[in-house]
């Protein structure tokens, strides 16, 4: 199985694992490379520290899952379902997030730069001291956000929703 080939290291750059279930799965630190991941079900995984460079992530569920420290430059997470996920200090530059579900999220220190965020729902999402420079947040719903020392210098926040958001020194 999938999750076996990971136990013995596989480099899984590349792989095909649309619609994949491997929920509650340990992948820590795995190379998933370009990694075609559509729709697949990574649920609680652990994917910290995880190379997710330019790997596609459309229509996957990430609900809870651990993306802390990922590297997930140039993903495309359009549609994802990344509700209660935490993407500490996750590098998420020029990543795709159109329309996915950042819900109560924790991007505290993520690299956002240059990410689309067009549509997203960010709601009661912690961005403390995250990047978001050159962000586009068009139409985001940023409801009860704690954007708090965020740099939103040049992000397009058009018809973004900020009620209840704390701005403070953004």
């Known amino acids: 199985t999938v999750l076996e080939a990971i136990r013995r290291g596989a480099d899984l750059c590349d792989a095909d694992l649309c619609d994949a279930n491997l929920c509650d799965a340990n992948l820590r630190g795995a190379n998933l490379r370009d990694a075609d991941l559509y729709g697949a079900n990574l649920c ?3 994917l910290c520290g995880a190379n997710l460079y330019g790997a596609n992530l459309c229509d996957a569920n990430l609900y809870g899952a651990d993306l802390r420290d990922a590297d997930l430059r140039g993903a495309n997470l359009c549609d994802a379902n990344l509700r209660d996920a935490d993407l500490r200090r996750a590098d998420l530059c020029g990543a795709n997030l159109r329309d996915a ?10 690299n956002l730069r240059d990410a689309d965020l067009r ?13 978001l420079c050159g962000a586009n947040l068009c139409g985001a719903n940023l409801c009860g956000a704690n954007l708090r020392s965020a740099n939103l210098s040049d992000a397009n926040l058009c018809d973004a929703d900020l009620c209840g958001a704390n701005l403070y020194g953004a």
């Open 101 to 110: 579900n950042l819900r109560d999220a924790n991007l505290r220190g993520a």
């Open 119 to 131: 549509g997203a729902n960010l709601c009661g999402a912690d961005l403390r001291d995250a990047d």
């Open 44 to 46: 609680g995984a652990n």
